[in-house]
Nanobody, 115 residues
Framework: VQLVESGGGLVQPGGSLRLSCTAS????????MTWDRQVPGKERHMVAT????????YYEDYVKGRFTISRDNAEGTVYLQMNSLKPEDTAVYYC?????????WGQGTQVTVSS
């Protein structure tokens, strides 16, 4: 299982970023996917999750209406569109999936929201 995130960077408050996570080593279309984030010194926690297609999504309250999770099963990729970014969104963002009772994360991509 390999998960590779990309798309992070430095953005001003109110700006947007689109994160991508490309998956390999498993049948992507058969598994839900999650975006987590982690701030140094704090626990990693879930931001958004998606079922087998775009009809089934869930967001934590602090990103509802600003972030959108989606997936392209043909490309084996899950996305996180982040709009109206705030300084408190600054974190390392990870994609994650569960297979066979184990959780797998990518290496993460840094998102920094600052003026």
């Amino acid at each position: 299982v390999q998960l590779v995130e990309s798309g992070g960077g430095l953005v001003q408050p109110g700006g947007s970023l689109r994160l991508s996570c490309t998956a390999s080593g498993f049948t992507f279309s058969h598994y839900g996917m999650t975006w987590d984030r982690q701030v140094p010194g704090k626990e990693r926690h879930m931001v958004a999750t998606i079922g087998l297609d775009d009809r089934h999504t869930y967001y934590e309250d602090y990103v509802k209406g600003r972030f959108t999770i989606s997936r392209d099963n043909a490309e084996g990729t899950v996305y996180l569109q982040m709009n109206s970014l705030k300084p408190e969104d600054t974190a390392v963002y990870y994609c994650m999936t569960h297979l066979g009772g184990s959780a797998y994360w990518g290496q993460g991509t840094q998102v920094t929201v600052s003026s």
